[in-house]
């Protein structure tokens, strides 16, 4: 049998790039993996994990819609994965539990601290309320920036969520009005090429724009944000290899070599 038999459960799942990191992964300690897609439909996330752990399957991912659905398939949860109040990776003890773990938001610290972006003392602002933004909010305040603020286009939202994490909260209509380092979008308007409704100017003093989205081209976001003067822009296709490299670790206790892989990816 082999040590580690993976998977990512998602739907739509064709187009997942997990298989592909984590077999470089694997390849750079000489590792033997087997890591498929497996698209679930509907509900259906506990019978598929179900057959794959019948199987031999010994470590998942879980993407788009399931990450709520993955929390209660977890015996435990580790604190991160409770505070997003979702999970991306499962990783099994005791022989046939999972411990459900999120592995997002520190992707994201992992691959802005891996282009020196400093958290510490800085102004961050989060735009969007949805599952992108909750994951994230937790391990980028224990980088300890001097503020968080949410905004999101509906307004409630944000106020809500930036209640529970005891963050700053902000409109739409008013976000310019404040100063932010770095701004992080957490919308999928880029996955949809559609702009934000928000005023330029809420890029005046800001030194860093991170899309958390990823493509062949520019998002609209971090082109709008350069076009309005922001000096660095990155895409979310680092905090992709970096959560995985975070999966790997959970489940290998190994630690790859993250940028090689983000090379090869581009
Ligand atoms: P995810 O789990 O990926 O965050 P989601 O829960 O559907 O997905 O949330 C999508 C986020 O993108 C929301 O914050 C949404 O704003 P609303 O709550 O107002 O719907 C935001 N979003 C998507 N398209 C947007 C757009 N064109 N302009 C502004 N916000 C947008």
Redesign the pocket.
Known sequence: MLAYQLAVFGNPIEHSLSPEIHTKFAEQFNLQIVYEKILVIENDLPKAVNEFQQRGGNGANITVPFKEDALNLSSELSERAQKAKAVNTLIMFNQNQWLGDNTDGIGLVNDMLSQHIVLENKKILII??????RGVIFPLLLENPSSITVT???AN?AESLAKEFGVDFITFDEVHNKSYDIIIN????SL?K?T??IDSRVFNSCQFVYDMMYGKEETPFLTWAKNNGVAKISNGLGMLVYQAAESFFQWTQLKPDVKLVIQHLR
């Open positions: 969007g309320a949805g599952g992108a933004s999101n286009r509906t939202k957490a919308t999928s308007s949809k559609e934000l409704a």
